[in-house]
């Protein structure tokens, strides 16, 4: 039997100060949870029951799934991130460090390197796969900014799980496979979801979705179409172009005096146009090649989009020092006129070329042209989908209108094929004795980010709510007053019976006011409160649903029936 008064459980009255969100506040809040340094936390008897929770999810899950659970070192050699190259491209991310003897290792953000090289090692023959092997371990990563408590940490708690197939199709059903286990497992752990269309990133691979949590605070945009089942977040999600439009001969480009007009906002105010009417040059540093950038005035760069048509390794906004060297004119006043005879290369977005002319800097303090058009006036070397989508755009499948939401990434699935096996030496022998790579996918799931999804969508003015599947605790025994002994036993034997029952108890020993109980009751959450009082009566307990606050009379002969039933309805 768990006694409230034996277990820690700091609640707080007060909000702290430097947390955000909901999530993050009710951590604090209801004892689950205490920083160490930034975005680094000590998980509390609460918290972890609630992580256990998750993880016998997702254990159930990747087994019926036929993955293999294995756990691997934290600690990775430097060595194998130089043979698959991210140790010089994964950036300052990468927790790195060296041993006494000055051997160089970093504290793993994830495994792909090491699993790559365990299968390398301990699998030679096409009869040996497929294989999926996973893990539940601890994940280091350097933020810059670690915020919003769990939802981006520099430590966390992670699933990651790699698959490895001898065919492309193999590679397809384990995908598959593993995209339908976690559709089961965020169901299963109570959450509101999207699978989305997602970038690979620095992992790499193909075939990528992300799950994502449905919540306010979400870090990521996700686009979905009103009709049909797309949705991708903003880094991935296609904008969809059906010009250019035939235009006719348009004005003679003409220089205007602009003075301290340097951006769209002020361009707009005083020449009295609109987003459309403008074409902004941006300068960029792709890997170390300098890029001039043209987008509508109203349109954003999708840095990822443009990472991925150079197939990049980094790419940066130029700083001033490096516009003003290859362009002659300070930011807010550059142009792509002349751009060629510089021997700098110009891209712009599919929606630049679909209005005749437009007005765009002069590569000149305090002057623009209007009228400029492409192809008289300057020179386009490519066109290409470069800017974020915007709602009210067309989905790139149905042909709807796109809304957005917002979310946090939960899950991530891809592709990987052989950017991994290839480097790490990971090959088999096939029926015919010639030695191929194997092909691989990847599947992570933040374990601890999940905990804090969900909190985040599942909480009131008062507490948390959790759903049944991962609640530390299902119910919460509160006898008004523990002094009185026919109140004590009576909460005690209850507390026994569900226990028999298989049901999981915290039983409130605590000698404080029942408006304390009920406030700590609130703020932990459990699904169900059982208040044991003598105003009640004798037999009876009140039973009251967390979610909804409906309290029901029940006798205690019917509780263990009554509390079953409610759980399975929650």
Request: charged share 25%; net charge negative; hydrophobic share 40%.
């Amino acid at each position: 039997m768990l006694r409230q008064s034996q277990l820690l459980i700091p609640t707080l009255r007060e909000v702290p100060s430097d947390a955000e969100i909901a999530s993050h506040k009710l951590l604090l809040r209801a004892g689950l949870a205490r920083q160490l340094a930034s975005g680094v936390y000590t998980f509390m008897p609460l918290a972890l029951r609630v992580l256990q929770k998750i993880q016998a999810i997702v254990r159930d899950e990747m087994n019926k799934a036929s993955a293999q659970e294995i756990l691997m070192p934290t600690i990775q050699p430097a060595e194998i991130w130089e043979k698959s190259g991210r140790w010089d491209h994964y950036g300052p991310e990468l927790m790195r460090l060296n041993d006494r003897h000055d051997r160089r290792f970093a504290l793993g953000p994830t495994h792909e390197e090491v699993v790559a090289t365990l299968v390398a090692n301990e699998i030679n023959s096409y009869k040996k796969l497929p294989i999926n092997l996973y893990q539940i371990q601890s994940k280091f990563r350097d933020e810059v900014r670690p915020r919003f408590g769990l939802i981006r940490c520099r430590e966390f708690i992670m699933k990651d799980a790699y698959s490895f197939d001898t065919t492309q199709e193999g590679l397809d059903k384990s995908f598959n496979n593993m995209f339908n286990a976690y559709h089961r497992i965020f169901t299963r752990v109570g959450l509101k979801y999207r699978a989305v269309e997602a970038d690979a990133g620095s992992i790499g691979g193909t075939g990528t979705y992300e799950f994502m949590a449905l919540c306010e605070i979400g870090e990521d945009t996700i686009a979905y179409s009103t009709d049909g089942d797309y949705a991708a977040n903003l880094e991935k999600a296609e904008v969809v172009y059906d010009g250019p439009t035939a235009h006719d001969v348009a004005a003679t480009m003409e220089k205007i005096h602009t003075p301290n007009i340097r951006t769209i906002e002020q361009l707009k105010e005083s020449l009295g146009v609109e987003g459309k009417d403008i074409v902004k040059s941006l300068g960029y540093m792709v890997d170390d090649k300098f890029v001039l950038v043209l987008l509508l005035g109203d349109h954003e760069l999708n840095e990822v989009k443009l990472k991925n048509m150079y197939d990049a390794i980094d790419v940066r906004m130029a700083t001033e020092a490096e516009i003003s060297e290859k362009l002659g004119a300070p930011v807010g006043f550059v142009g792509p006129v002349g751009a060629q005879d510089k021997k700098i290369e110009v891209v712009a977005d599919n929606y630049v070329q679909e209005f005749a002319t437009a007005i765009i800097g002069a590569n000149e303090m305090d002057y623009h042209f209007k009228n400029a058009q492409i192809g008289r006036d300057y020179q386009v070397d490519r066109f290409a989908d470069l800017r974020n989508i915007m709602e009210g755009d067309k989905c790139p499948r149905t042909q709807a209108p796109i809304e957005f939401a917002r979310g946090v990434e939960v899950g991530h699935v891809f592709k990987l094929g052989t950017k991994y096996a290839e480097p790490l030496g990971a090959k088999f022998l096939d029926e015919n004795g010639r030695e191929q790579t194997v092909i691989m996918g990847c599947y992570g799931i933040g374990v601890s980010r999940t905990l804090a999804a969900v909190i985040e969508q599942n909480n009131d003015d008062f507490g948390i709510i959790w759903p049944a599947s991962v609640a530390p605790f299902h119910v919460h025994v509160i006898p008004i007053n523990a002094k009185v002994d026919a109140q004590r036993e009576a909460a005690e034997q209850i507390t026994a019976t569900l226990e028999d029952a298989g049901i999981e108890v915290l039983y409130d020993d605590r000698a404080e006011r029942a408006g304390v109980k009920f406030k700590d009751a609130d703020l932990i959450g459990l699904p169900l409160r059982i208040t044991v009082s003598d105003k009640l009566e004798p037999g009876t307990v009140e039973v009251r649903v967390r979610r909804t606050g409906e309290a029901t009379v029940v006798a205690v002969s019917d509780l263990v029936a009554h509390v079953k039933e409610q759980l399975n309805n929650l």
